[in-house]
């Protein structure tokens, strides 16, 4: 439901829809809980009808409601023109090859051998 729907409804209105909403939230958990929830969506769309007309009772009953805003249209502004992204140049040089397990194995093993033998 749109909360624009929801402010136009009195107070006692939305505390009758909360209820009817929470009956119909439990009803949805039992379903899911047998596996015969088909709909898995409606779970969260009534929770959040439930959150909104629980809001909007709160703000009506402490006289805080807002008022609707009328969407003011956005300022035209000029068009930016469009300036064409520079290309990095590729370099001839290839990255450093990192030496693998086995040779860096090799390697280390070649140096305590000479170690040892000083």
Do not use: W
């Amino acid at each position: 439901m749109k909360a624009s729907e929801v402010r136009a409804m009195t107070v006692d209105q939305l505390d009758d829809e909360v209820l009817k909403l929470k009956k119909e939230q439990f009803n949805l958990r039992f379903q899911r809980a047998t596996g015969q929830l088909e709909n898995t969506a409606r779970v969260r769309v009534i929770r959040r009808d439930i959150a909104r007309m629980i809001t909007i009772a709160a703000q009506k009953r402490a006289g805080t409601e807002p008022k609707q805003a009328a969407v003011a249209p956005k300022p035209k502004t000029e068009a930016k023109p469009k300036v064409p992204k520079l290309k990095k140049p590729k370099s001839d040089k290839k990255p450093a090859k990192r030496p693998s397990a086995k040779a860096a194995k090799a390697k280390a093993s070649k140096a305590k051998g000479s170690a040892k033998k000083d």
